[in-house]
């Protein structure tokens, strides 16, 4: 029991310590003063006299509030989410366990760079997005095609952040490592892995982010037939057809709060692994 | 009880028989077959086993290059590097072994930052096999608080002084009981008081561990406070232009940078290196190293 009130105490001075933190205080100001100026927009056409014809369109944020909490009662919206995370995570997951082997091997063996650099920079420069109509031909299903544009996504951003990284470790640590007796299997993992880790971070953070563009789009795109779809995008996309509005508004602020619980796994993950950092 | 942890210092009674180096003809050119530099040519010097062995020259001389070819980063070009009668490189082994017996401490520090300071020093022992890691972080941190550093043993470097780093730093290498130390301008970052603190610690580790020290710098005082030779070297290609004995008692302390002995000879090195300076200055090349 005195385990429980502890745990308890402990929980309610960390809110204390939160509601007072300043900079916590001057993000929720920062949010709240955006909805007002939202609202303000929507209500009056004219501000000062000056037509504002774009905050005027968009439904204000009391109208996309009702509606979430209608939409946040339909099973199909929970669904949405369901889908559009997994096929992030998967995409996201294989691009890392590829990635980050395939970038360190780039980076520490000359020639199995040589032989995989050059075509890898072929790839690179097309568009995920591009991808989308071979994808959907190659693949046996919808669902595999869309995670593997979003795996495409993350891939190159994840390699090309591990290799670099990989490349950049200061060879004075190699050294410092060598002289000391160490051989080159402990210069890869005990040296070059941790050495690499922020740059792998870095890669994951940036990739998540283009995972989630990459997937939206191609669910928009792949459309929600029979066989497989959905998601946040084709969320967004159906309730556009429909001519919702605030509907669609929804489904693009569970975009912006889907991305940022990811990227805010990511940052925890990055600060557990990496205690000698106080890196985001 | 609280004392029996101090562990023996890293030496034993044969210590000053061991670490004697011996560079004969040395030379070492850079890219034969484009650029074609020769930074080191025909250098030759004998350093006695636990002599604190003092390298000055200019900037760019090929100092780092000789350290390079001790510690093995490096390969030479002709002649043969010995450490104690055993050839490191030679004629047909142009490139050294790395190994834990000659330990280098860099310009720049390199402590690995992604690890503590206990791990980081019980790094060497892990690697080579010769202690589990309880063991390896047991002496570690015995040699980290006869270093005065007890305090900070589980702080990562990026959250200690930078003298506390280096300091780190010199017991990560004595911890493998090296014949031989090898330091590239250790202090050359650090202001006045913190240097002359590494200076005495420094000097305090070497009174106990009698290892050879090979030690490269820019500052002469330094030079003559630490080292019983100071070698002057000439500017690219390095050759020895000079060498300074300091006949001046140990253990030395900080009141010897006033005395008239210690005077004469700074003013006597910086004279023959001042010259080579001049050279380099107006031959106006990048530093090589």
Known sequence: MGKASKRQETLGAR???????????????????????WEIGFRFNEWFGVMVPFVGKVDAPSIVATRWSDVVLLPGYWESWYLSMGRVFLGFLIAQIIGIPFGLAMAVNKYFRGMFFPPFEILRPIPPLAWVPASIIFWPTTELSIMFVTFLGAFYT???NV???ARAVDIQYLRAAQSMGATQWDLFRKIILPGTLPSIFIGAAVGMGITWEVVLAAEMISGGGQQSGGGLGFFIWSSYMGGVMDQVIVGMISIGLAGYISSSLIRYIGYRSMPWRRMF | M???????????????????ISIRNVTKIYDPKGANVLAVDDCSLEIAPAEVCMIVGPSGCGKTTLLNAIAGFHSITS??????????????????????D??????????FPWKTLADNVAYGPIVQGLMNKADAREKAISMLSEAGLSGVADKYPGEVSSGMARRAEIVRALINDPKVLLLDEPYRAMDALTKSIMHESLLEVYDRTRVTIFFITHDLEEAIFLGDRVIVMTTRPARTKKIVEVKINRPRDYRLLSSEEFRILVQETKEAVHEEAVKAFEAGERELA
């Open chain 1, 15 to 37: 809110a204390k310590a939160l509601v007072s933190d300043l900079t916590f205080r001057r993000g929720v100001l920062s949010i709240l003063i955006f909805l007002t100026l």
């Open chain 1, 158 to 160: 994840i390699v090309i």
């Open chain 1, 163 to 165: 290799l670099g990284g």
């Open chain 2, 2 to 20: 609280t004392t029996a942890a101090h562990q023996q210092p890293a030496t034993d009674k044969n210590a000053s028989t061991k670490g004697a």
């Open chain 2, 79 to 100: 002649g043969q590097i010995d450490l104690d009668g055993e050839m490191l490189c030679g004629p047909d082994k142009p490139l050294a072994d790395q190994g834990a």
């Open chain 2, 102 to 111: 000659r330990v280098v401490v860099f310009q720049n520090g390199a402590l």
